[in-house]
């Protein structure tokens, strides 16, 4: 026996008592509602607006003690409100005030967090996949989950990144450009323009809204060296907090200075190496050693700030948490720049071209593509 689908809800108790609603459903469950929320989700066309879905209602129009006039069960199970002052009569389904007072959590992630154990098993793709909707859903649910994907087999070429990105949603512009080139090349500003090794970092921590989704594409990957190294920031954040709290707190607590300057921009922020939601869960990590500014905290705090960063990065280094693969011309690696990070090995440009480019897209659209996806077929 499963639960009764939500159409065959009934409400079966609608009283007013002590400045609340009370109501109780077929199924049971009761709960007491205020009368404000119920005035400031009717759903009929004079307060929602039928065509924009935007909420056309002003609670200020009504006294912030309203009470219903006269509240009635109607013969299918939905709930009746007459409202006094400008009158005004509202109808309910029942089914759609069952989740009242609850979080909709739908469409929400929830990280599967992992370590170097994933190697062999890393969430990939083959183009052609993202051609259907299911396709695309698996390839856009990983990325959710897993924090990164990888698509092989899309032709290898210039503006590929573009439209491949575009599949999430349209790209998020940096001092960088809309698409940024990897590559060694002269006069570069940025270490990831040299052929060095880059260690796991985020990018751009120095913005305020560091860009949340990256996308790396490889058009050539001939040198020797340069394999790329993925860590899930989150793995090594909670390793961090089980092993040792208070370098956990400092780094989720302190902000850090970041900063990135060349002769067009100079842009820093402050923020925590670690930033949490205000349920204490990980929401983002920032970590870039080449563009951590210098660090200002005060007296005894700069010794416990760089011992408890030191500890950070150091976890980020250990190979049991990473995965180490070399991206093939024609891949993509997209990732969660809040939560990943990411680098790779030194190589050496005389032995051959390499070449990605790279885009960032906002997690909104994420979700959104996400949820606008027919649902999977149960
Ligand atoms: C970057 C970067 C990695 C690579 O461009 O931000 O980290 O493999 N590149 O070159
Ligand atoms: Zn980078």
Known sequence: MG????????????????????????????VDVEPLWLRDNCPCPECLHPS???????????????????????SDGALRVEWGGVPHSSRYEAADLRGYGAPDLSGTAFPVIWDGRLAGSEPRFAYADLESEAGARAWLSALRDYGFALIEGAPPVEGEVLRLAARM?????????????VVSKPDPNNNAYTAIK???????????????????????????GGASTLVDGFAVAERLRDEDPEAFDALARTP?????????????????????????????????????ARIDAPGEDMARLYRAHRRFVELTRLPDLQLNFRLQAGELLAFDNLRLLHGREAFDPASGFRHLQGVYVDREHLYSRLRVLRPAAE
């Open 198 to 224: 880059l260690n796991p970092h985020t990018d751009l921590p120095n913005w305020e809204r560091q860009p949340d989704f990256q996308f790396l594409f490889c058009i050539a990957n001939e040198a020797q």
């Open 169 to 181: 949603g349209p790209p998020r512009p940096t001092n960088f450009g809309v698409v940024f080139d």
């Open 52 to 74: 924009t879905r935007e909420r056309t209602f002003d609670i200020l129009s009504v006294p912030p003690d309203l009470l219903p006039e006269r509240i009635s069960i109607e």
């Open 256 to 292: 850090l200075p970041f900063r990135f300057h060349d002769g067009e921009a100079d842009i820093r922020f402050r923020a925590p190496a670690i930033g949490l939601w205000p349920d204490g869960s990980l929401r983002e990590i920032r970590c870039n050693l080449a563009i951590l």
């Open 3 to 30: 639960t009764a689908p939500d159409t065959e809800l009934r409400l079966v108790e609608a009283t007013v008592g002590d400045r609340k609603i009370r109501l109780g459903w077929s199924d049971g469950h009761r």
